[in-house]
Structures are given as C-alpha cells and as structure tokens.
C-alpha cells in the first residue's frame, strides 16, 4: 500500500503540469461535457499503459538511442501543429453547451486522445518521464513492486483527468459558444508551443550530436 499511495501522488504530480494531452481534453471537455473530455484523457492512459508494458520490456533503451529520439522530436512536432493548426480552423465546429446532446461520438473523441499521445515526441518525453519515476520499481528484485508503482501511477493521472474535467465541466455551463470557440483557439496556440518545444529538443540534440 505504501508504493501505490507513493506512486499515485508521483502520477498526480507528473499529470499537473499542461501537456498536449490536457489541452486536448480541456478543449473537448468545453466543447462537448465531462464525458467526451474523459474520453481524450483516457485515450491517453491507454497509450501510457501501453508505454508502461514496452518500458517493462526494454524499449526506454532503444527510445534513448539518440538517432532515434532526434527524428521522434521532429516528427512530434509537426504532428502537434497539425492538430493545433485544426483546432483553430475549427474552432467553432462541434461545439455544444450544457444541456445539449453532443453530436460527436464518444469513440472518435477517444480516438484524438490516442493521437495526442502516440505524437512520437510525446511518446520520448513520457518515457522518459515513467523511466525516471519507475526507475526504482524496474530495477527491484520483485516484479509486483514495478506493478504495484505502474497502478499508482495511473491512478494518480486518473484522479487528476477527473479534477480538471469535472472544473471543467462546472466552467462549462456559464461559457458561450464564443467563449469556448476562443477556447478551442487558445488550445491549438499552446500546441503550437508544444511543437516549438519539440524542435527546440530536436536541435538541442542535434547540436549533441555534432558535437
């Protein structure tokens, strides 16, 4: 109990700061409930599972090859300003208020959660992140410690997805369509940060790498 209840506040505490995957489920939490931005924030556990398993079984090593990590920035950053690019041209598509049916499916905003998170760029900075954090765990003689932690750490990005969206979902009902069309252009701004943060890792280490 002791390792989970550590690990779940590690989670908590690695969820808080904004990424990709939180603008994402923020903007369709505004756009269409509670529900559809769990769906992107579960989309991304998905693939945070999926990561926990491959670190299990030795893929941080061949993530940490520094020609493989140079071309994953790259390509997660244009991949991010794509989907930011789409936010802001419609930024006003989609958009229901409280009390309204939603028109988009639960599987397709489940699906854009998935993308975010596959975002090569995203897939290194994770790893590296659950490499660092689970680094104690993996290294244990024990298998369930690595379990135990990988438990806690999805429960605590659980609890966070849930706080924010279900702020999100009270913010919700006193927005208007404009208000969260502005929203949704505020979004696709920050993940055009984010792609800036990309490339700026990827020259970061290409100049390593010349060097």
Not at 64 to 76: C, D, K, R
Not at 170 to 198: C, D, E, P
Request: net charge positive; hydrophobic share 50%.
């Amino acid at each position: 109990m002791e390792i989970y209840i550590k690990y779940l506040l590690v989670g908590l505490a690695i969820a808080l700061p904004i990424g990709a995957i939180t603008v994402e489920m923020t903007k369709q939490g505004l756009k269409n409930g509670f529900i559809h931005g769990w769906a992107v924030g579960l989309g991304g556990m998905t693939i945070d599972l999926t990561l926990i398993f491959a670190l299990y079984f030795g893929l941080a090593s061949v993530l940490s090859l520094p020609y493989v990590q140079m071309p994953l920035w790259i390509i997660g950053a244009c991949f991010l300003a794509l989907l930011g690019y789409d936010s802001i041209k419609n930024a006003d598509h989609d958009i229901t208020l409280a009390g309204e049916k939603p028109t988009k499916s639960f599987w397709s905003t489940y699906k854009n959660g998935i993308l975010v998170a596959v975002s090569p760029g995203n897939l290194v900075f994770w790893v590296s992140v659950f490499g660092a954090v689970l680094s104690e765990s993996y290294k244990s003689a024990h298998s369930g410690s690595f379990i135990i932690a990988a438990v806690g750490v999805l429960s605590g990005i659980l609890v966070h997805d849930i706080g924010l969206l279900s702020i999100v979902a009270t913010t919700r009902k006193v927005m208007s369509k404009n208000m969260i069309k502005w929203s949704s252009i505020v979004a696709g701004g920050l993940l055009f940060i984010f792609a800036g943060y990309f490339i700026y890792e990827f020259l970061n280490d290409l100049i390593k790498y010349i060097r």
